[in-house]
């Protein structure tokens, strides 16, 4: 099985524009509005401050009946310093397999969609289909909260989100969330020697750092066995700080983050972490640097997504694609924004292993592709027949 070759082409059109998330999408954006206008498909922009990314919403059909939002996010993440055996921007096939960077992450979902332009112009849709692309999904799910912020307005909703992350094509309903936090230590700076005249930001970080580690421990027994671990996890990921070891560092930086499971309170969480440092190391600090200080940043956040709310979404799905269970899965995507921002139920279901993303030789097999089309495709038929 292969998809269409008019589906193909466009997939390895969106492939090659180098969408890494610290890089421009409009490239990408504008051979879309191409494609669109081409079809008299109408869409909205919504740009960052800097007017160089931007997230896309296209609408076919009926504006005053719910409808099936199809979404994808257009931004990948780096290859440097990864062994790829070709180009990673210039796809390839060997194998029954398609290869290079957001083959499988998730360029081939968005070039599926996209290469439905020519049926969805040509027929009257009782059911809309709305098409939305994002940017920024690779770091933190920061760039759509744009367009989730303009769908929670509108008078009529979708009525529900399908999310084209690579799923093997299983209907997920349910993942963990995430949220990227921060830590910057102020002390002051003295001589090795005398320790009591200075405040050490990195003994301040060591005492965060077994707070956060044992908070970890405590969040174990908290359990939810749909996901693997079954718990909501932590991890320090970069922690630095000072200057030379004869110098009391001044300074330290904590970068940490933690992925938590739709039953847990993620603010509780980061506020606990806040109150330690503020209430039990800052004081510590203060008793010989009166200036000290500790300062929080929210580096990028997402929240879980929750089957509670998407039942009618989820049994829509699993007739479509003719599965008779549903899945949890741990890493995080757009669904949970699309949830509980805009107020849309969400599914993550698409083609390709997550096991293939973020490596180099990205592949997604044609098989899941084809398979990945045909559900398209009797979506569509649907959407034609009768209000969903």
């Not at 931007?54 to 719910?66: E, F, M, Q, T």
């Not at 600090?285 to 089957?307: G, H, K, N, S, Y």
Request: hydrophobic share 40%; with cysteine; aromatic share 6%.
């Amino acid at each position: 099985m292969q998809p269409s070759a008019h589906s193909l082409e466009i997939i390895r059109r969106l492939m090659a524009f180098p969408t890494i998330s610290h890089d421009s999408n409009m490239a990408l954006i504008e051979y879309v509005g191409d494609l669109l206008d081409g079809h008299q498909v109408p869409y909205e922009l919504f740009h960052n401050p800097e007017g160089t990314k931007a997230n896309l919403l296209a609408h076919i059909g009926p504006r005053d009946v719910p409808g099936i939002l199809l979404s994808g996010h257009t931004d990948v993440v780096p290859v440097e310093g990864q062994p790829w055996s070709q180009d990673p921007f210039t796809p390839w096939e060997a194998d029954g397999r398609l290869y290079g960077r957001g083959s499988c992450d998730m360029k081939g979902f968005i070039g599926l969609v996209l290469g439905l332009l020519p049926r969805l112009a040509s027929t009257t849709l009782k059911t809309p289909i709305h098409i939305a692309l994002s940017y920024d999904e690779e770091v933190g799910c920061a760039g759509v909260r744009s367009l989730v912020d303009h769908l929670a307005h509108i008078p009529v909703k979708p009525r529900f989100a399908l999310v084209g992350e690579p799923t093997d094509m299983k209907v997920v309903t349910a993942h963990k969330g995430i949220s990227v936090q921060r830590i910057m230590i102020t002390g002051r700076a003295g001589h090795s020697s005398q320790p009591d005249l200075g405040a050490n930001a990195l003994i301040a970080a060591g005492d965060i750092l077994g707070f956060i580690a044992r908070l970890a421990e405590d969040l174990r027994a908290i359990r939810d066995e749909r996901f693997e671990p079954p718990f909501t996890t932590i991890n320090i990921g970069r922690a630095e700080g000072g200057t030379a070891v004869n110098i009391i560092a001044e300074h330290a930086t904590i970068d940490w983050e933690f992925r938590p499971i739709p039953a847990a309170d993620a603010d509780h969480i980061r506020d606990q972490v806040k109150s330690y440092a503020l209430d039990v190391v800052l004081p510590k600090m203060r008793t010989t640097a009166p200036e000290a200080e500790i300062r929080f940043e929210t580096i990028a956040t997402a929240p879980a997504l929750d089957a509670k709310g998407g039942e009618d979404a989820e049994a829509f799905m699993r007739r479509l694609t003719g599965a008779n269970e549903s899945h949890a899965v741990s890493f995080t995507t757009e669904a949970g924004l699309f949830q509980k921002v805009s107020g849309i139920p969400a599914i993550v279901c698409g083609p390709g292993s997550i096991a293939q993303a973020h490596k180099p030789d990205e592949y997604v097999s044609l098989e899941q592709l084809a398979r990945a089309e045909a559900v398209l495709n009797r979506l569509v038929d649907m959407a034609e027949a009768d209000p969903l």
